[in-house]
């Protein structure tokens, strides 16, 4: 009955509407929320509805993983392995980004006490 | 040592000027060339820069040395001589700037300058120098080179357009009305000495650019939109603009209360027969732009130089504070005498050889009206040079320190007597000035030389006179009167009795705040045209100006919020936007 | 130990010495390999440039096979790479010599501004998308930790919203590169560039944006640069240097190299750039006309230089590429000397606020005069380099019979005129009394009086260096050979 959802054309339009809700729900809360964590995650949100979005529609229907092991030599119906390589990357580098952005947050807490966008005031034009 | 090593920097325009030999070159990249060359009216300036460079580097080296003022006017004289040597507009581009930025320095080296003032003054001429760059890149654009040369195959709007930018860039620096508003103030507020460079040379170079101007458009001025009268229609634009601006400074220069601004307008009012002259654009016209180019020269370093003097030794500048200094300072005096009676256009001085000459260019363009304009202009001009040696030399000092003053230091003096020297001399031969100064200059710009018959005689199509028996007149009236004057003086002083009016009131006493010139100008403003004129200026305008910029700044500044969120939102919307836009549009 | 001369040291150079930095920090060397590093790599690159001149350089290191690290080297990256390493090398000097903050000379800061270095290499000499997203975050990241590395509010501050405004840029880059590669099959540069053209219209625009807004908040374009000032505000002025010279620099390079070599007719873009830099030019320089804090208006002028660069590079004709190329090498080094110059003079009257500085000529002479020298070249007055190469910027807009660009430039030069001229005055203000910090030592001013030496060097004799410029341009513009360099070197 759900077959149709096998298609490569639906799957992958699924894939690209829901990683642009996420993108949006992160577009969203970077624009809205106001508490720096929250603005944080938002943006990690962002970057990981990217990555879905780059992997999802880099593999079709029936792939496997492009994990080679247990005597698999070749990637015959594996999907593109560039992809999963980059956005392994992307990860990292994100994570590293975000790790240094809660630190840079928790800091700057400890010191003023607030963690509110808005409330950083210190440098603006006078 | 550092003085002498300045006094000697100072010479170097003379030494340009003597010992130039062939043109140089440089290099500067790709397809940009700087090529110096000395013409002959480069060298006509050049002569002008070589003599007051070290006359004004004299004053300057009293009290203890600055040697930043003193690289700075290294850093000027270099610029100009390479504004006016220069053979390519790069060149002359190079040297304009350097002259304004380093000129705009030595300003600052004046404890008095405010903010106004140094934004004005560097404001305008950076004004008038990116017109010139403006000018000079349509010019490359239009004939594919930089040389200062003839611009042979444009059309006429070509022509306009480069007359227009070139003309007002040139405009700016002379000072001209509506662009005159940073004059009077920066001349004022620079250091003393260091004004009568500015008015005397660097305004020149302005008039330099003006000359140029017809060298470059082969028809001169008179191919751009016809002939009216017997003179060129554009000059006849010029020559109102020049005619205006004298008229108006001239009644400023009479209201002033200061005698380094009334100096400022008055060179306003100098510049303005200068350009009408050059709006002439004939011969004679030229002619008479060029000797008053060198006249005012003189005569205003002679004046600036003596006022420095004075104010060196008075710590004042408004003639309501001074008064009585001629037994003082008598050979200030005698500066200021000179320099008046030039700069008033009086025979027997060199300034009536140049005024003469514009006048005889103007009826002979038969622009009858201009030339009404202009004996309005300066005779008028009396009234500010009686008040300038009126006002500080005779009458009753009024503040201790004019009446404790002595006579300026000898580095002020050997300036006066010199340029002095030098305006009797060319009052006596006139015609010497013409012959060695001016027919080589209008030889080199293709025009009929004014010729002359002796050193002594000025002769124009329409009459000449003789400087030396002219002077010998003046001098022997001079002396007969002086003489009189104090043969008669011991009665004179009997004239006063207890009947008259004076001694109805109080007597005034030496400590009495007395000054017979307070006020003088006041009345003028009753006059229905010149009141209006006195009441306004162009500073409304510019003061306008400034606030919208200032509004836009604030306006713009409310991008940069300060807030990230405000950043992502507006890069978002442009972005959807910039999308909507051209994928909607396919 | 023969080491084979290949572009990959510009990147792993940096990288091996931040990576041992315990060793050094051990052996009490950082600062001497601070400034040895980029050092060594400007000598590197100017002994690669022979090589280059003939044709580019074009490096492979393959990982697995369709992954690789692809690095080329032609005229116009060698250019970055030699400015990237001379002002580092400079601001290093300045750190040590200038006995700085603490801070500023710790192990952290060693390794943020090594990975810095490396960052914008990669940046300008990677030829495959994927890599430019990764030296883009080394880039980024490096330079958000530099930005907070005093760790008071206003720095931290700036760190925060560095971080946040560039992570946000590096997703819409991150998106540009998802899609095309989801479009091509292929991140190296030469093979996308090869089948960009095939890359349906609709398509080929998103992807444009989106590389355009991530590029233009990084590079500091108009609509999406309204992060700077706070960000050079609250950074210490050395290391707004290190941003304002090298690191927008590097973006900027990016921008136009991906504009040069993916489209086969940079023509339909032409106007969008121009248009986009002439905004940031007037935008910025009308801005700046009422700051109050110097590192905010240096931090507006460096817009403003930025938005001038733009319109340049965006014209894309020979001369104005050249000219351009010319102005951003200019506006690092003028740049470097404005921003040294006000954290000398943020320590020694610990305040950058223009009612402070008053009267600064008569206690700080040389740095007073120095800044001077600053303004005139920012300017583009004679004799000094910016003249040269605004002229030569203009000039190409003349041949080009273009009109408008040279009175919006001229326009904006008055405008940038009108604020810097009211700085100089504020510091030759006659003034009794000032408050002052520590006082500073004569070798302090070593690395600025050297700026200042080379500005004027580059404007009196700028024909010593014109051929670099030219070859850059050319470089630029010859997108057949380098594509075909490109292709070529594909496994």
Known sequence: MLEFLDSPRVLHGIYVLGSLTLFVIGLYGLLAKRHLLKILISIAVMELSVYLLFVGLATSPGETAPILSDGLRAFAGMADPVPQALTLTAIVIGMAVLALGASLTIQYHRLTGNADVTAMTELKDS | MIKLLFFTVSLTPAATLLGWGEGLAWPLFEGVRLTLDLTPLSAFFLLLLAMAAPLVALPML???????????????????????????????????????????????????????????????????????????????????????????????????????????????????????????????????????????????????????????????????????????????????????????????????????????????????????????????????????????????????????????????????????????????????????????????????????????????????LLLAAMVLASTAAFVYCYKLIYAPFLGHANSASAKTATEAPWQYLVPQLVLMGLLVGLGLFPGLGVRLLIDPVLIALQMDPLGSPSWGELVTPYGGYDGVVLMVVFGTAFVLVTGLFFLLRGRMRRAGSPYDLSYAGEVPTAETPLHYGAGMGRELRRIPLVGWILRHSTQGFYAALVRQTRTAAELLSGFYSGNPQAWVLLAVLVFALALQASIGGI | ???????????????????????????????????????????????????????????????APPLG?????????????????????????????????????????????????????????????????????????????????????????????????????????LFAVVLIYLQTGSLSLGAVASSFGEIPGPMQILIGLLMLVGLG????????????????QGSHPAVASLFSGILVKAFLFVLFHLVFVLLADPEVIRTWLMGLGAATMLVAETVALRQQDLRRMLAYSSLGQVGLVTLALGFGSEATLAGGLFHLVNHTLVKLLLFLLAALMLRHLLSVRLADLAGLGRVMPLAAGLFVLGALAVLGLPPLSGFVSKLWILKGFAEAQVLWPIALILLAALIEAAYYFRWIKTLYEPRAQMQEGRPLGHWVYAPVVLLAGLLILLGVAPFLVQDLFIEGAQSLLARDVNLEAMLGARP
């Open chain 2, 62 to 368: 009293r009290g203890t040395a600055d040697s930043p003022a003193f690289v700075l006017f290294g850093l000027l004289l270099l610029g100009m001589q390479l504004l006016l040597l220069a053979g390519d507009f790069i060149s002359l581009f190079i040297g304009w700037e350097i002259m304004t930025w380093s000129s705009y320095l030595l300003l600052l080296r004046s404890a008095r300058t405010d903010l106004e003032t140094a934004q004005s003054y560097i404001l305008f001429n950076l004004l008038s120098a990116f017109l010139l760059l403006a000018a000079i890149l349509v010019f490359y654009r239009f004939t594919g080179h930089f040389e200062i040369r003839t611009a042979a195959g444009l059309t006429d709007w070509q022509e306009i357009l480069l007359a227009l930018l070139f003309g007002l860039a040139f405009l700016t620096k002379v000072g001209t009305l509506p662009l005159h508003l940073w004059v009077p103030r920066s001349y004022d507020q620079a250091p003393d000495a260091f004004s009568a460079f500015l008015s005397a040379l660097v305004s020149k170079m302005g008039v330099y650019g003006l000359v140029l101007l017809p060298t470059l458009f082969p028809d001169a001025l008179a191919g751009l939109l016809g002939r009216l009268l017997d003179g060129p229609a554009a000059g006849y634009l010029l020559a109102w603009i020049g005619v205006v601006t004298s008229i108006v400074a001239t009644f400023k220069a009479i209201s002033q209360e200061d005698m380094k601004r009334l100096l400022a307008y008055s060179s306003i009012a100098q510049l303005g027969y200068i350009t009408t002259a050059i709006g002439v654009g004939s011969s004679l016209a030229l002619g008479g732009a060029l000797y008053q180019a060198l006249v005012h020269t003189l005569v205003k370093l002679l004046l600036f130089i003596s006022i420095a003097g004075i104010v060196l030794r008075t710590g004042q500048r408004r003639f309501n504070d001074l008064g009585r200094l001629m037994e003082r300072m008598p050979i200030s005096f005698f500066g200021v005498l000179i320099g008046i009676i030039g700069l008033a256009g009086m025979p027997p001085l060199p300034g009536f050889a140049a005024k003469y000459l514009i006048f005889v260019s103007l009826l002979d363009a038969r622009w009858l």
């Open chain 3, 1 to 63: 130990m023969a080491l084979p001369l290949t572009p990959i040291w510009f990147v792993a150079l940096p990288l091996l010495v931040a990576f041992s930095s315990p060793l050094w920090a051990r052996l009490r060397l950082l600062m001497p390999l601070l400034l040895g590093v980029p050092l060594t790599l400007l000598v590197l690159a100017i002994a690669l440039h022979p090589l280059v001149r003939t044709a580019p350089l074009v490096e492979t290191i393959v990982i």
């Open chain 3, 217 to 232: 908040i990084k590079a500091e374009l108009f609509p999406f640069n309204f992060w700077v000032p706070d960000i050079y």
């Open chain 3, 69 to 173: 690290i692809h690095l080329q080297l032609d005229s116009a990256s060698l250019l970055l790479i030699a400015l990237i390493g001379l002002a580092s090398a400079l601001v290093a000097a300045f750190l040590w010599l200038g006995d700085t903050e603490a801070h500023l000379r710790g192990r952290r800061a060693f390794v943020l501004m090594l990975l810095l270095i490396a960052g914008c290499n990669g940046l300008v000499l990677t030829g495959d998308l994927f890599n430019l997203y990764v030296f883009l975050e080394i880039a980024g990241v490096s330079a958000y930790a530099l930005s907070a590395l005093r760790q008071d509010a206003p720095a931290l501050e700036a760190g925060l919203k560095y971080l946040i405004i560039g992570s946000v840029a590096a997703v819409f880059f």
